[in-house]
């Protein structure tokens, strides 16, 4: 498996990129300190270099803060809000849509309303009205972002499931007497995962975002806590006088985002039966391997 | 065809009724407008007069029978901010965010077949990595830094585009369109391109290839048509999701649709146009669905037939 | 009355002169432009971008910002005006008043005005204006702002004289009804109208929601004939899109920008009458001390928030109202910034059993002014670098009202209020009444003691009324200490090259496009 990572470069960059980030979210808060909240008016938003220091290579906001020390505490929020909201709607909305498309009838025809119910109210609007109602704190935010996108998983468990529940290896479990929770865990489940990891990954980044337009809207995370779509927002007034505020914690989105997309990729292809053994051809065969693959196994 | 669109037209219409109860409830829940409508130091009997004429002083039930009964008649109340029908002013933003939308929509998938097929034809090749790449960074930008960072290069310092608007010429439309699609445009390369790469290595393209067909044939005919339904799906979640996109993008152009109206709704506690608009596009985000069905059963007959052959 | 005529006929001679040598820059200018759609300026429309559509044109809710910046002055008129700069009052509609009874007030009313409807100006139009704006049920703004509870008696004597009468004698009563803009005696009494009816310069052309409001010149207008014969009104959320506006040559004027929106030299500041402030409720522990209270006021470092928050755009204030209002004290010191002072008094109060640990919500308005959020973050830090637990609490104009004025919710906590006050009559008396009587619509405590010397105040006029507001804002840091004042603030204005405006500190409630000309 690890060597198997190591061979795909693009890959093993993600990996170590999403590593490095855990371990700044995890540890970083503890090394910075208070840095990220002491504010010094007399050296506000300094270019990047400008102020000597190891905590002012990437500038001063306005009220004088390190901007490095603040990605650092903000990486913190961002994961601790995106991490939480994509898994549970991931877990509450996989099992759903698998068990409704297994068992098909009007357990389907439930969920898939209840789905569209929510879909078919602008998920950023809802959240803003759930705000309103309820205080924006960063465990209301997770909640009402996971529960506005239970039904992307819901509805690709579904459908793969469904198409899986009339399958053959699927039919045979179910004459020797499997139980179905036993057939979905066991049979439908693995197959159902790299999809679903696929679409995790893009909500990874469509949570950070989300969050961003939360903040821009004023009821996102609250300083002073910070998250890097609240830096965006912050910054995005001083985008001719001090670029550097809303440009790093955008490339920080962009960055994780992309990593988290590449290794996700990876992962798929490492997961399917059916293609893993491309990831084992060194790069340059791997291109012309492509169009005319080996016999899949199913 | 008929018997399908039937079934989904009542079983939706709970869902509807749903969904106009959650807004209902909800709106309810984020404070009394009279607090905001009237004058700082007015009277609590003034407040009361307010609220009896706005029938918000009868219990939350009442007021939500008064208002189904009232849509049933298809009357949505008035606004409370400008006294006109709450119906009038979403029917009046509709047509400018269905614009943008569509206008994005139909962007977001051309770009995405031409690059994504593109890259998954060969794979792995510069091209297709710095494709990959381009579309993930797109799909990961938040769209308001995107508009502001759009009008100071092309408006301000480039002068070549107006910076917000609406006007007779297209220029306006730039702006805000760009914004709006470059995260739909960028997950639906990838999209296209994950798909278009297993359908190009499943066992069917193989064999139209072994028959000697001309690998642009086999790209258009076989994998594209594989390829969609997948995209088809995100296609369809996108676009719902760009209701988002133009509450903020919308705010920012002053683009007077349906997100701007909806999120001005929410901040003046103007529940009837809140109500009225979220309705609206709960109605066009069902439409959409059940298009998006009809299109899945189509492309699934064919794929069936075609794999049959 | 005679100076102002002049002075505007003085200019229409010097807008004859602009408009022929603009003709030449604009066609030098609209080439430059030529790709930025939308209506090019030319000598006859003036564009102007504001940061929100305004809710309602309904002349009794002009008082509110976003209504009176487009309404007064433009479409409706009062029957007297205040010089913003000089403080004096103008004849507008009446051309003289006089207090004729200790409780009543004459106003003579100017002849020949008509209404932009056609139908003419007299005594009853404007007795039907204050009676619907003061005494009738559908909620007028103004009302509150400027009368409170008072019932006025009005009555039309004749077709050009109007007698006000107040339950008790009031000094400043053209001061209030300089509020009232006046509409014709058709306009509705019971509920408010979308598109008003005035005497002034403008009248309203086309109001296409949610996109633009554009007004033409009223030909029957009484005055001189304005230098643009048509102004477009647009609204834009983000202080960077205005600013782009004006530099791209989308709009005329611009108003609450931002240093950092980077206008440049298109940048106009004026000083905007606003104050802003931290309120205290003083109703909840730990802020019902008094040395809580002050340890906030030595907390602040006013200066810094001034110079770099503001960039210098403002200046630190002492008061609750800015210089150029009667009864601001000119000898008052900001409060210094001690922090070391501040933590000893925070320790002190806690030896005396003050549960200084408990939670205070800072709560604020987003949108609020320019860099709003900035300024609560700082006051936060601040407040928790001299030992306060305080949380940050941003919330929309629906949500904050509860908290800013009476009635207050129950059973809220402490919590302090980054207020933003005001004072767009020239009198102590509209802040002090709201802001420091002990049941003042934004006030949370006072004394009786206090509520006295207010109300003395009020009753005094000319040397003596100065005197008396001024002492009473040097009393109440000591005796009541419900604020701690940060800054006197500065508005900023965008101001293309093709007109010529010069701000006042009226501007942001009430801008006259009647004094903007193309620019030569």
Request: negative net charge; proline residues 6%.
């Given at each position: 498996?690890?060597?198997?990572?190591?061979?795909d470069k693009p890959a093993?960059v993600a990996?170590?990129?999403?590593?490095?980030?855990?371990?700044?979210?995890?540890?970083?808060?503890?090394?910075?300190?208070?840095?990220?909240?002491?504010?010094?008016?007399?050296?506000?938003?300094?270019?990047?270099?400008?102020?000597?220091?190891?905590?002012?290579?990437?500038?001063?906001?306005?009220?004088?803060?390190?901007?490095?020390?603040?990605?650092?505490?903000?990486?913190?929020?961002?994961?601790?809000?995106?991490?939480?909201?994509?898994?549970?709607?991931?877990?509450?909305?996989?099992?759903?849509?698998?068990?409704?498309?297994?068992?098909?009838?009007?357990?389907?025809?439930?969920?898939?309303?209840?789905?569209?119910?929510?879909?078919?109210?602008?998920?950023?609007?809802?959240?803003?009205?759930?705000?309103?109602?309820?205080?924006?704190?960063?465990?209301?935010?997770?909640?009402?972002?996971?529960?506005?996108?239970?039904?992307?998983?819901?509805?690709?468990?579904?459908?793969?499931?469904?198409?899986?529940?009339?399958?053959?290896?699927?039919?045979?479990?179910?004459?020797?007497?499997?139980?179905?929770?036993?057939?979905?865990?066991?049979?439908?489940?693995?197959?159902?995962?790299?999809?679903?990891?696929?679409?995790?990954?893009?909500?990874?980044?469509?949570?950070?975002?989300?969050?961003?337009?939360?903040?821009?809207?004023?009821?996102?995370?609250?300083?002073?806590?910070?998250?890097?779509?609240?830096?965006?927002?912050?910054?995005?007034?001083?985008?001719?006088?001090?670029?550097?505020?809303?440009?790093?914690?955008?490339?920080?989105?962009v960055?994780?985002?992309v990593s988290?997309t590449v290794?996700?990729a990876?992962?798929?292809?490492?997961?399917?039966?059916?293609?893993?053994?491309?990831?084992?051809?060194?790069r340059?065969?791997?291109r012309?391997?492509?169009?005319?693959?080996?016999?899949?196994?199913? | 065809?008929?018997?399908?669109?039937?079934?989904?037209?009542?079983?939706?219409?709970?869902?509807?009724?749903?969904?106009?109860?959650?807004?209902?409830?909800?709106?309810?829940?984020?404070?009394?407008?009279?607090?905001?409508?009237?004058?700082?130091?007015?009277?609590?009997?003034?407040?009361?007069?307010?609220?009896?004429?706005?029938?918000?002083?009868?219990?939350?039930?009442?007021?939500?029978?008064?208002?189904?009964?009232?849509?049933?008649?298809?009357?949505?109340?008035?606004?409370?901010?400008?006294?006109?029908?709450?119906?009038?002013?979403?029917?009046?933003?509709?047509?400018?965010?269905?614009?943008?939308?569509?206008?994005?929509?139909?962007?977001?998938?051309?770009i995405s077949?031409v690059i994504g097929s593109y890259a998954a034809y060969r794979p792995n090749s510069l091209a297709d990595r710095l494709a990959s790449f381009m579309s993930m960074t797109a799909a990961s930008?938040?769209?308001?830094?995107?508009?502001?960072?759009?009008?100071?290069?092309?408006?301000?310092?480039?002068?070549?585009?107006?910076?917000?608007?609406?006007?007779?010429?297209?220029?306006?439309?730039?702006?805000?369109?760009?914004?709006?699609?470059f995260?739909?445009a960028g997950?639906l390369t990838q999209?296209v391109r994950g798909?278009m790469v297993?359908?190009?290595?499943?066992?069917?393209?193989?064999?139209?290839?072994?028959?000697?067909?001309?690998?642009?044939?086999?790209?258009?005919?076989?994998?594209?048509?594989?390829?969609?339904?997948?995209?088809?799906?995100?296609?369809?979640?996108?676009?719902?999701?760009?209701?988002?996109?133009?509450?903020?993008?919308?705010?920012?152009?002053?683009?007077?649709?349906?997100?701007?109206?909806?999120?001005?709704?929410?901040?003046?506690?103007?529940?009837?146009?809140?109500?009225?608009?979220?309705?609206?596009?709960?109605?066009?985000?069902?439409?959409?669905?059940?298009?998006?069905?009809?299109?899945?059963?189509?492309?699934?007959?064919?794929?069936?037939?075609?794999?049959?052959? | 009355?005679?100076?102002?005529?002049?002075?505007?006929?003085?200019?229409?001679?010097?807008?004859?002169?602009?408009?022929?040598?603009?003709?030449?820059?604009?066609?030098?200018?609209?080439?430059?432009?030529?790709?930025?759609?939308?209506?090019?300026?030319?000598?006859?429309?003036?564009?102007?971008?504001?940061?929100?559509?305004?809710?309602?044109?309904?002349?009794?809710?002009?008082?509110?910002?976003?209504?009176?910046?487009?309404?007064?002055?433009?479409?409706?008129?009062?029957?007297?005006?205040?010089?913003?700069?000089?403080?004096?009052?103008?004849?507008?509609?009446?051309?003289?008043?006089?207090?004729?009874?200790?409780?009543?007030?004459?106003?003579?009313?100017?002849?020949?005005?008509?209404?932009?409807?056609?139908?003419?100006?007299?005594?009853?139009?404007?007795?039907?204006?204050?009676?619907?704006?003061?005494?009738?049920?559908?909620?007028?703004?103004?009302?509150?702002?400027?009368?409170?509870?008072?019932?006025?008696?009005?009555?039309?004597?004749?077709?050009?004289?109007?007698?006000?009468?107040?339950?008790?004698?009031?000094?400043?009563?053209?001061?209030?009804?300089?509020?009232?803009?006046?509409?014709?005696?058709?306009?509705?009494?019971?509920?408010?109208?979308?598109?008003?009816?005035?005497?002034?310069?403008?009248?309203?052309?086309?109001?296409?929601?949610?996109?633009?409001?554009?007004?033409?010149?009223?030909?029957?207008?009484?005055?001189?004939?304005?230098?643009?014969?048509?102004?477009?009104?647009?609204?834009?959320?983000?202080?960077?899109?205005?600013?782009?506006?004006?530099?791209?040559?989308?709009?005329?004027?611009?108003?609450?920008?931002?240093?950092?929106?980077?206008?440049?030299?298109?940048?106009?500041?004026?000083?905007?009458?606003?104050?802003?402030?931290?309120?205290?409720?003083?109703?909840?522990?730990?802020?019902?001390?008094?040395?809580?209270?002050?340890?906030?006021?030595?907390?602040?470092?006013?200066?810094?928030?001034?110079?770099?928050?503001?960039?210098?755009?403002?200046?630190?204030?002492?008061?609750?109202?800015?210089?150029?209002?009667?009864?601001?004290?000119?000898?008052?010191?900001?409060?210094?910034?001690?922090?070391?002072?501040?933590?000893?008094?925070?320790?002190?109060?806690?030896?005396?059993?003050?549960?200084?640990?408990?939670?205070?919500?800072?709560?604020?308005?987003?949108?609020?002014?320019?860099?709003?959020?900035?300024?609560?973050?700082?006051?936060?830090?601040?407040?928790?670098?001299?030992?306060?637990?305080?949380?940050?609490?941003?919330?929309?104009?629906?949500?904050?009202?509860?908290?800013?004025?009476?009635?207050?919710?129950?059973?809220?906590?402490?919590?302090?209020?980054?207020?933003?006050?005001?004072?767009?009559?020239?009198?102590?008396?509209?802040?002090?009444?709201?802001?420091?009587?002990?049941?003042?619509?934004?006030?949370?405590?006072?004394?009786?003691?206090?509520?006295?010397?207010?109300?003395?105040?009020?009753?005094?006029?000319?040397?003596?009324?100065?005197?008396?507001?001024?002492?009473?804002?040097?009393?109440?840091?000591?005796?009541?200490?419900?604020?701690?004042?940060?800054?006197?603030?500065?508005?900023?204005?965008?101001?293309?090259?093709?007109?010529?405006?010069?701000?006042?500190?009226?501007?942001?409630?009430?801008?006259?496009?009647?004094?903007?000309?193309?620019?030569?």
């Amino acid at each position: 498996m690890w060597r198997m990572l190591w061979r795909d470069k693009p890959a093993t960059v993600a990996a170590l990129v999403l590593t490095l980030l855990v371990l700044v979210a995890v540890f970083g808060p503890m090394l910075i300190g208070d840095e990220a909240n002491a504010q010094d008016l007399t050296r506000a938003s300094r270019a990047p270099l400008e102020v000597d220091g190891w905590l002012y290579v990437l500038g001063t906001d306005q009220l004088g803060r390190s901007v490095l020390a603040r990605l650092v505490v903000a990486a913190r929020t961002t994961l601790s809000v995106a991490v939480p909201a994509v898994l549970i709607s991931l877990v509450v909305g996989s099992l759903i849509g698998m068990w409704a498309g297994y068992h098909r009838g009007w357990r389907e025809t439930v969920a898939m309303r209840v789905a569209d119910v929510i879909l078919s109210f602008p998920s950023l609007l809802m959240a803003v009205v759930v705000l309103y109602v309820f205080s924006p704190s960063a465990r209301n935010i997770v909640l009402v972002l996971a529960l506005t996108r239970i039904p992307i998983y819901l509805r690709t468990a579904r459908a793969e499931s469904a198409e899986l529940a009339s399958r053959l290896f699927v039919d045979a479990a179910r004459t020797f007497g499997a139980k179905s929770s036993a057939i979905i865990l066991r049979h439908v489940f693995p197959i159902v995962l790299p999809t679903l990891l696929t679409v995790a990954t893009l909500e990874f980044c469509f949570v950070m975002l989300a969050e961003s337009s939360l903040s821009f809207l004023g009821i996102g995370i609250q300083p002073p806590d910070v998250s890097w779509g609240l830096m965006v927002s912050q910054g995005r007034t001083y985008l001719q006088t001090a670029w550097w505020l809303s440009f790093f914690p955008g490339l920080a989105i962009v960055v994780a985002t992309v990593s988290a997309t590449v290794l996700a990729a990876w992962a798929r292809l490492a997961t399917d039966p059916g293609q893993r053994w491309r990831l084992t051809l060194p790069r340059r065969q791997r291109r012309r391997a492509v169009p005319a693959p080996m016999e899949e196994v199913r | 065809m008929l018997t399908f669109l039937r079934k989904r037209a009542t079983t939706s219409l709970l869902p509807l009724v749903a969904v106009l109860l959650g807004v209902f409830l909800l709106a309810r829940m984020t404070g009394d407008p009279a607090a905001l409508y009237l004058p700082e130091n007015a009277t609590e009997a003034q407040k009361e007069t307010f609220r009896t004429a706005n029938g918000l002083d009868l219990p939350v039930w009442q007021q939500l029978l008064d208002y189904l009964g009232g849509v049933v008649r298809l009357d949505f109340g008035t606004s409370l901010r400008t006294g006109e029908p709450a119906a009038e002013m979403a029917l009046r933003a509709f047509p400018a965010t269905l614009q943008l939308a569509l206008t994005t929509m139909v962007l977001a998938v051309v770009i995405s077949i031409v690059i994504g097929s593109y890259a998954a034809y060969r794979p792995n090749s510069l091209a297709d990595r710095l494709a990959s790449f381009m579309s993930m960074t797109a799909a990961s930008v938040p769209d308001f830094w995107l508009a502001i960072t759009g009008v100071w290069i092309f408006a301000v310092m480039l002068g070549v585009l107006p910076t917000s608007g609406v006007d007779a010429s297209m220029l306006s439309w730039v702006l805000p369109i760009a914004t709006l699609l470059f995260r739909p445009a960028g997950v639906l390369t990838q999209v296209v391109r994950g798909a278009m790469v297993s359908a190009l290595s499943a066992p069917y393209v193989r064999l139209a290839r072994s028959k000697g067909a001309d690998s642009r044939r086999v790209v258009t005919d076989h994998a594209l048509r594989n390829a969609a339904a997948p995209a088809l799906t995100v296609a369809g979640d996108l676009a719902v999701g760009l209701v988002n996109g133009a509450v903020v993008v919308e705010s920012i152009f002053g683009w007077p649709g349906i997100g701007k109206l909806m999120i001005d709704s929410i901040l003046q506690r103007d529940f009837a146009v809140l109500q009225a608009a979220v309705l609206l596009t709960a109605v066009t985000i069902f439409v959409l669905n059940v298009v998006i069905d009809l299109c899945y059963a189509l492309l699934d007959a064919r794929v069936r037939d075609k794999a049959l052959v | 009355m005679f100076s102002r005529t002049q002075s505007r006929t003085s200019r229409g001679v010097a807008v004859g002169a602009a408009v022929v040598s603009l003709s030449l820059t604009v066609s030098a200018c609209s080439v430059a432009n030529s790709d930025s759609a939308g209506t090019t300026a030319g000598g006859d429309v003036v564009r102007i971008v504001l940061p929100q559509e305004p809710p309602t044109l309904e002349p009794c809710d002009a008082n509110l910002t976003s209504t009176g910046v487009v309404v007064r002055s433009n479409i409706t008129e009062p029957l007297v005006e205040r010089d913003p700069t000089s403080g004096e009052l103008e004849p507008l509609l009446a051309t003289e008043w006089e207090q004729t009874e200790p409780d009543t007030w004459t106003f003579t009313l100017r002849e020949g005005v008509t209404f932009s409807d056609g139908t003419p100006f007299d005594a009853e139009a404007a007795a039907h204006s204050i009676d619907r704006a003061v005494n009738g049920t559908f909620g007028c703004n103004v009302e509150g702002y400027v009368f409170g509870d008072t019932e006025l008696e009005v009555d039309a004597v004749d077709a050009t004289h109007l007698t006000v009468t107040t339950p008790e004698p009031d000094p400043i009563l053209p001061l209030r009804l300089s509020f009232i803009e006046i509409v014709p005696a058709s306009a509705s009494g019971t509920e408010k109208v979308r598109e008003p009816v005035g005497t002034g310069p403008y009248k309203i052309e086309e109001w296409q929601a949610g996109t633009k409001l554009t007004l033409a010149a009223n030909e029957s207008y009484w005055g001189d004939a304005p230098a643009f014969p048509t102004a477009e009104y647009q609204w834009r959320e983000e202080g960077t899109v205005r600013a782009a506006m004006i530099t791209n040559g989308e709009a005329d004027v611009a108003t609450g920008l931002a240093p950092e929106d980077g206008l440049g030299d298109a940048g106009v500041d004026y000083p905007n009458n606003e104050t802003t402030a931290v309120r205290a409720t003083g109703t909840y522990a730990p802020l019902d001390d008094i040395r809580v209270r002050h340890a906030i006021n030595y907390a602040i470092d006013r200066g810094s928030i001034v110079d770099s928050l503001f960039d210098g755009y403002a200046e630190v204030a002492s008061q609750l109202v800015p210089d150029g209002v009667v009864g601001h004290n000119p000898d008052l010191e900001p409060w210094p910034y001690d922090p070391e002072k501040a933590r000893s008094l925070i320790a002190e109060a806690e030896a005396d059993g003050v549960p200084t640990d408990t939670e205070i919500r800072l709560i604020s308005r987003t949108g609020l002014f320019p860099k709003v959020e900035e300024t609560v973050e700082v006051v936060q830090k601040a407040l928790e670098d001299v030992g306060l637990n305080v949380s940050i609490e941003m919330l929309d104009t629906a949500g904050s009202v509860q908290y800013q004025s009476r009635p207050y919710p129950e059973d809220t906590g402490p919590y302090l209020m980054l207020v933003q006050h005001g004072n767009q009559a020239g009198d102590a008396a509209f802040s002090v009444d709201q802001y420091m009587l002990s049941d003042g619509a934004q006030s949370t405590f006072g004394t009786d003691e206090f509520d006295a010397q207010i109300e003395a105040a009020g009753k005094e006029q000319d040397e003596g009324r100065q005197q008396a507001y001024a002492d009473v804002f040097a009393d109440e840091p000591d005796t009541i200490g419900q604020f701690a004042y940060i800054a006197h603030m500065t508005g900023i204005l965008g101001l293309s090259e093709q007109v010529s405006y010069e701000p006042n500190s009226a501007t942001g409630d009430e801008m006259r496009l009647a004094e903007m000309t193309p620019a030569g």
